[in-house]
């Protein structure tokens, strides 16, 4: 699909949806360098974008073992509904031992803090959006 046309029909969804935007291109632009050049490593996360129906990855409920793919995961900005991020992952220390939970809570809520990123947390994960219907629900 043609990128303009792309836009023009997250557009119309949003328009369609009357939801509110949160989220720009600097904003999500600061949030992804901070958590690229601050954190020991980027955390993991769901998208839902306004174009898909489906969120990914489906499974999100536990833990993970794997990083997000903050640099190019997220693009393009206006198509992100809202990401959820676990800022936390299973640091694998082999077969017969219990994998170690790296744990960067802390350090992801003062990055939302600082840079006024409107957020709502649903037990151990942290929903950012891009666009929302009800703004009542955020932190």
Do not use: C
């Not at 936390?88 to 803090?113: A, M, Q």
Request: glycine letters at 4%.
């Amino acid at each position: 699909m043609i990128p303009n046309q792309n836009k023009m029909r997250v557009m119309e969804t949003i328009a369609e949806r009357n939801l509110i935007s949160l989220m720009n291109d600097t904003k999500w632009r600061k949030l992804q360098d901070a958590v690229i050049n601050t954190l020991r490593f980027p955390p993991p996360y769901q998208g839902k974008y306004l174009l898909d129906d489906l969120v990914y990855p489906e499974e999100f409920e536990k833990d993970v073992w794997y990083w997000g793919d903050w640099i190019e995961g997220i693009v393009p900005f206006y198509n992100v509904e809202w990401i959820r991020v676990r800022p936390r992952y299973l640091k694998h220390r082999g077969r017969l031992v219990s994998p170690e939970i790296i744990d960067i809570t802390d350090d992801f809520v003062n990055i939302l803090k600082e840079l006024s990123i409107p957020y709502r947390l649903d037990h151990d994960t942290y929903y950012i959006y891009g666009y929302i219907s009800d703004t009542s629900i955020l932190t």
